[in-house]
């Protein structure tokens, strides 16, 4: 069966997620925090969903309370660990390994959807995912000599593991939610989430005109859009596919930073961009027949 537009959407959301640089670099330079950026985004994607369905079909916001779970795994067990995690493996192993230990996302998806939804494991899935991976290193690097503490290793695994859990809950979501209640109540829950964590009493201090147009760039183009893309990508692709397909993030990220901010290129991640697009190619082809 052909799923192009499936595959599409899936790649749109990673290159969208990769171009949050665009925006963050204009906010980190205004004194705002990582965490303090992710509360904000998550906010500001709650409230621009919540106007969207107010207005379109109010019908969207109903949930049953069995399924409670559901969202509060997507928004808290996924979205809002996997942030905490990644923030702390970057400050413990740097950048370039936390990014690697994020990307490792899709080894958990795989063997997660193996087990839950029965999804096979296939030589082409494994093919592309050892691309994936090998493309990811190359394109980010690896630490510049810092040193790996298990602790911190560990943390970051457990950031790709949230970063993975989002393909699954999100799965289970859209066998009976629309992909707007899905994402609505991600956001909500993951803004609650991150209350305790974001001090969010310097916030307003620290808003002028510019930032708030920097967050809510970073709130509709980096995330409603993306995570709307992706979700629908989950809704018409396997689980461990869609979960590779959407890894060309990395790849997204090292362009903007080599085409917009002028950073250095190597000849070390011009064989990671083609070997992660090998990756994305082979796939898409396995999944056009």
């Known amino acids: 069966m052909n799923r192009s537009k499936y595959i599409f959407c899936t790649v749109l959301a990673g290159i969208l997620w990769g171009g949050i640089s665009i925006f963050l670099k204009g906010l980190y330079a205004s004194g705002i925090g990582q965490l303090q950026v992710m509360f904000l985004r ?16 109010s019908s969207l916001f109903r949930i049953a309370l069995k399924d409670l779970w559901i969202f509060l795994g997507s928004g808290v067990v996924s979205l809002t660990f996997f942030t905490l995690c990644y923030f702390h493996s970057i400050l ?33 899935k494994l093919l592309a995912l050892i691309l994936t991976f090998a493309g990811c290193v190359l394109v980010t690097g690896f630490g510049g000599g810092n040193s790996i ?10 950031s790709g593991l949230g970063y993975a859990l989002y393909s699954i809950f999100g799965r289970i979501a859209l066998k009976k939610y629309r992909q707007t209640t ?6 909500l829950f993951s803004t609650l989430a991150m209350l305790p964590f974001a001090e969010v009493t310097q916030i307003p201090s620290l808003l002028s005109v510019k930032n708030v147009l920097l967050t809510a760039g970073i709130a509709v183009i980096c995330t409603v859009l993306p995570y709307a ?16 397909f959407v890894t060309i993030e990395p790849l997204a990220g090292s362009l903007v930073g080599i085409l917009l901010f002028h950073e250095d290129i190597s000849v070390q991640k011009i064989c990671g961009i083609i070997v992660m697009l090998a990756a994305i190619i082979i796939l898409g082809q396995s999944e056009k027949k």
């Open 42 to 57: 998550a906010l500001i994607s709650t409230v621009c969903l919540a106007v969207f369905m107010a207005v379109y079909d």
């Open 182 to 187: 899905l994402l609505f109540y991600t956001f």
């Open 229 to 244: 893309f992706y979700t629908f990508g989950l809704s018409g692709l396997e689980t461990g596919k869609a979960a590779i």
């Open 149 to 158: 503490s298990v602790t911190g290793f560990l943390i970051g695994l457990c």
């Open 92 to 124: 413990v192993l740097g950048a370039s390994i936390g990014v690697i230990l994020l990307y490792a996302s899709p080894i958990f998806v795989l063997l997660i959807s193996f087990f839950l939804f029965k999804e096979k494991i296939t030589k082409i």
